[in-house]
């Protein structure tokens, strides 16, 4: 199976309006997708209408969050159900600054139904990192049964390596806050590997324009559900599609 596990809807501020529950679930058929993951800036409050768009086009689909860390780090938060997703986003909401979003500066954040039709625009200030850290996420995601994949590592910005020099792990020797790493579009993963250590590793399109939803994706063998996905990353069995060279600016 095919699956691309980080894509924005139009709610994320920094991602193309065009980017509606029902385009992207288009653009992954189209691109010969089994399974996708909307992750969201801090919420996932688009989450029910892509539920509803997935199911009736027959592809799998998981539901979670981007969260922007204490530490100033993009983290893929992931559910099977969006009720818990939604769960997360209200105890991500209570922990971002009481700052309202100006459209201008950040950009648009409309909530939006399955149909795209805008159900009101979101004023928290999902362009900002909240106040929960890595240790304090991981155990809330672990808790509900849920993923936690540390998101594009090999960027300078906004990446465990690039904030904090290294992939942070708990005291425990048999635990760790994230189940899984991921790599961008454009990076070899040659050049990452032995960089990440011991840790599953997937590919993901981290997309905010139509255009580049899916174009590059991780491979398994295996079901697509957290399950399923943590048997995988237990087993360390991903596949990753070659990196491409160039792509949308986000």
Not at 70 to 79: C, G, N, R, S, W
Not at 201 to 213: F, T
Request: net charge negative.
């Amino acid at each position: 199976m095919k699956f691309d596990l980080h894509i924005h809807s139009c709610l994320s501020p920094c991602a193309s309006l065009e980017m509606s529950p029902a385009a992207i679930v288009d653009a992954a058929k189209a691109a010969g997708m089994d399974g996708i993951a909307l992750t969201d800036h801090q919420s996932a409050r688009n989450a029910p209408a892509i539920a509803v768009c997935a199911r009736q086009a027959g592809l799998g689909c998981l539901f979670g969050l981007e969260v922007q860390t204490a530490e100033e780090v993009h983290t893929v938060a992931l559910f099977d159900t969006v009720e818990v997703a939604l769960e997360l986003t209200d105890w991500v909401y209570a922990a971002l600054p009481r700052r309202k979003n100006d459209p201008d500066t950040f950009g648009d954040q409309p909530v939006v139904t399955w149909d795209d039709e805008i159900v009101e625009m979101e004023e928290k200030l999902l362009a900002a990192g909240c106040a929960r850290s890595i240790p304090e996420v991981a155990e809330f995601v672990h808790a509900r049964g849920g993923l936690y994949i540390a998101a594009h590592v090999d960027r300078p910005n906004f990446s465990v390596l690039g904030s904090l020099g290294a992939i942070p792990e708990p005291f425990e020797a048999d635990t760790r806050y994230f189940d899984a790493i991921e790599l961008s579009r454009t990076v070899h993963a040659s050049e990452w590997l032995p960089k990440i250590g011991d840790y599953a590793v997937v590919r993901s399109s981290d997309a905010h324009h139509l255009c580049d939803v899916s174009r590059v994706w991780t491979e398994a063998d295996g079901t697509f559900s957290i399950a399923g996905l943590k048997d995988i990353f237990a087993r360390k069995a991903t596949r990753l599609s070659e990196r491409i060279t160039c792509f949308s600016a986000n």
